[in-house]
């Protein structure tokens, strides 16, 4: 990773130690170059449960990501979803929208449309497991709504891709990751890592 | 420190017909991501991109190529699009119009300011056109010219550019 000046560089006068003092620091944070801009807020690790829910989210990021592995103890189709909180509620109503596209690895485009669906997709378990990223808008901002845009792949073989959201303007506060396949169950390995892009 | 660095941010907030995104590639970096966060179009309209070159001109040769997929969550249908040796990358993504209908972009570039390589992009937009109508919106797309190149140029297919956040990032090599 470099270090110091992007682009023009300036004619420097002084011997740099490369150690940065406070000043540097405060002076590089309030640019955006400090820590860069993938900021960690939370590692879930479900294992032996269906679903897991992440913690009240920070307010300070209007994009999160995630990336995740997860394996299962039984293979299934479209049943990685996910569920908002509102201000702490858990909304179970018919309200989410979606488009998901998967090309299977026998070449053929299958596609799940909805606009009343109680959840949302994150793709599916075939192979037992699958691995994928996801991006969410505007979570926390109650002026607009909630979407969000993923890329999976399962463990056999099969990419899935779709876009949607919450079309509500509320505040979402925390994400509820759920292996609709009940009674079955996340196993040991899997990881939901939660980012959020630093915001300046 | 985490390898995605910010290197611009641009705000809309007034009427434009195309946004700059000028200055940003170097060989700093080979990959950057651009999220475009709430854009707001007047019309229900898709977006379109050319590159910027070192010399701050925005290159309309025919040397555009792209490949678009979308399907909306109001009907089982997914639509191809695509185009060779055009004069723009037509199909970065779509949304709808006015304040309340934005699109959410994650855009990919891949190896702008090498000149010993194409220029790349993938892109991946939620977009909401209305409601209930929300899209899925994947696109890739090559300029096929080895000119190093500086910057993007966005800009609607019809009407203007009403608001929307541009953040883009350098991803660290290493």
């Known amino acids: 990773m470099p270090y110091g000046y992007l682009g023009e560089q300036p004619i420097q006068s002084k011997s740099n130690s490369g150690v940065f003092n406070t000043v540097d620091a405060l002076d590089l944070q309030s640019d955006g170059e400090w820590g860069g801009s993938l900021e960690h807020i939370e590692t879930l690790t479900p294992n032996g449960v269906n679903n897991i829910t992440c913690s009240v989210l920070p307010t300070n990021y209007n994009i999160i990501k995630i990336v ?69 808008y505007n979570l926390s901002d109650n002026t607009k709504y909630s979407t969000y845009a993923y890329h999976v792949t399962d463990l056999d073989g099969t990419v899935y891709f779709g876009s949607g959201g919450l079309l509500q303007k509320s505040t979402v506060d925390q994400i509820k990751f759920r292996n609709a396949n009940a009674p079955k169950i996340f196993t040991s390995g899997s990881e939901i890592k939660i980012y959020g892009i630093k915001e300046l | 420190m985490s390898n995605i660095r910010l290197l611009k941010k641009t705000i809309v907030s007034s009427s434009v017909n195309s946004v700059n995104l000028d200055n940003i590639f170097s060989e700093d970096f080979d990959k950057y991501i651009i999220n475009i966060n709430n854009l707001h179009t007047s019309s229900a309209t898709y977006l379109h991109g050319r590159v910027i070159d070192f010399s701050g001109r925005s290159a309309n040769t025919a040397e555009y190529n792209y490949a678009t997929l979308y399907s909306p969550s109001t009907s089982t249908s997914a639509t191809e699009e695509r185009g060779v040796n055009k004069t723009e990358w037509e199909s970065l993504g779509y949304q709808g119009a006015g304040a309340d209908y934005n699109g959410m972009y994650n855009i990919t570039i891949s190896n702008p300011a090498d000149s010993t390589k194409y220029t790349f992009y993938q892109s991946h937009c939620v977009g909401v056109r209305s409601t209930p109508t929300v899209y899925l919106w994947k696109s890739v797309g090559m300029y096929s010219d080895f000119e190093a190149i500086g910057g993007l140029e966005l800009f609607p297919r019809a009407g203007t550019l009403d608001g929307g956040v541009f953040h883009v990032y350098g991803v660290g090599r290493n």
């Open chain 1, 68 to 136: 995740y592995t997860v394996n299962v103890d039984s293979p299934a189709s479209n049943v990685f979803r996910l569920n908002f909180f509102e201000s702490g509620v858990e909304e179970t109503g018919n309200v989410y929208h979606y488009a998901q596209l998967s090309l299977q690895k026998t070449g053929s485009l299958a596609q799940s449309n909805t606009t009343s669906s109680d959840d949302l997709y994150l793709g599916n378990f075939n192979g037992n497991g699958s691995n994928g990223h996801a991006y969410f």
